[in-house]
């Protein structure tokens, strides 16, 4: 079970931290991801990091303002937004992926668990 938490309403600029509460794996055998979804689009990849937090991902339309970090210790994935933009407004949805370390998988069909998602407003 995979659990988000952290979104709001932010203005343009702000910053927001989510996080996502794993419960019931192994969380250190997953990779892990956030995803997006905005109203009317598909669903689309942000940001991946490994099993071992070694390796990170980033969609080039949230590089150097999104950080993504993994504690293994308390099964927990979080996602540091920065710089927030109006476009950025979505569904925010973790996942986890069972995979070898080093792996950090940007599409979303090979996740095989998925939270509820947690929204994140920016406004302009």
């Known amino acids: 079970k995979l659990v988000e938490s952290g979104g709001g309403l ?3 600029g702000g910053s927001l931290r989510l996080s996502c509460a ?3 794996l192994t969380f250190s055998t997953f990779a892990m991801g956030w995803f997006r979804q905005a109203p009317g689009k598909e669903r689309e ?3 991946a990091i490994s099993r071992s937090g070694i390796t990170k991902n980033y969609a ?4 150097a303002r999104f950080t993504i970090s993994r504690d293994n210790t308390k099964s927990t994935v979080q996602l540091q937004m920065n710089v927030l933009k109006p476009e950025d407004t979505a569904v925010y949805y973790c996942a986890a992926d069972r995979t070898a370390d ?4 940007t599409t979303a069909r090979v996740y095989d668990y998925w939270g509820q998602g947690t929204r994140v407003t920016v406004s302009s």
């Open 45 to 47: 990849f942000v940001a």
């Open 10 to 12: 932010v203005q343009a």
């Open 60 to 63: 080039d339309s949230v590089k």
């Open 102 to 105: 080093g792996v950090t998988p």
């Open 22 to 24: 794993a419960s019931g």
